[in-house]
């Protein structure tokens, strides 16, 4: 079973950066689109950013101008680049992929487990 581990996130103060990073355990297919969610305790899932196969970014109004999504097809690896962090970006960050488990299987989403990212002085 392929899973979704991503990594970088951590405490920082306000006004920091931080990039998380989100890669494959194995291989799958068609991975698109790729995007991040965030999520606080007791508040639903909320979403971040997502990045297409064609490179099309779309971002959440409270994170526009600061975050910034990218992917690296080569490595299967899709980043998120979050500058002037703010308290209210505190949260567990999830990669999720849609993607394929083989070339001719169904389209399925696949979810990281989370790191979380503290911004606090």
């Known amino acids: 079973q392929v899973q979704l581990v991503e990594s970088g996130g951590g405490l920082v103060q306000p006004g920091g950066s931080l990039r998380l990073s989100c890669a494959a355990s194995?291989?799958?297919?068609?991975?698109?689109?790729m995007g991040w969610y965030r999520q606080t305790p007791g508040k639903e899932r909320e979403f971040v950013a997502t990045i297409t196969s064609g490179d099309t970014t779309n971002y959440a109004d409270s994170v526009k101008g600061r975050f910034i999504i990218s992917r690296d097809n080569a490595k299967n690896t899709v980043y998120l680049q979050m500058n002037s962090l703010k308290p209210e970006d505190t949260a567990a960050y999830y990669c999720?992929?849609?993607?394929?488990?083989?070339?001719?299987?169904?389209?399925?989403?696949?979810w990281g487990q989370g790191t979380q990212v503290t911004v606090s002085s």
């Open positions: 194995g291989r799958i297919f068609n991975i698109n689109p």
């Open positions: 999720n992929w849609r993607a394929r488990p083989t070339p001719g299987g169904a389209r399925r989403d696949y």
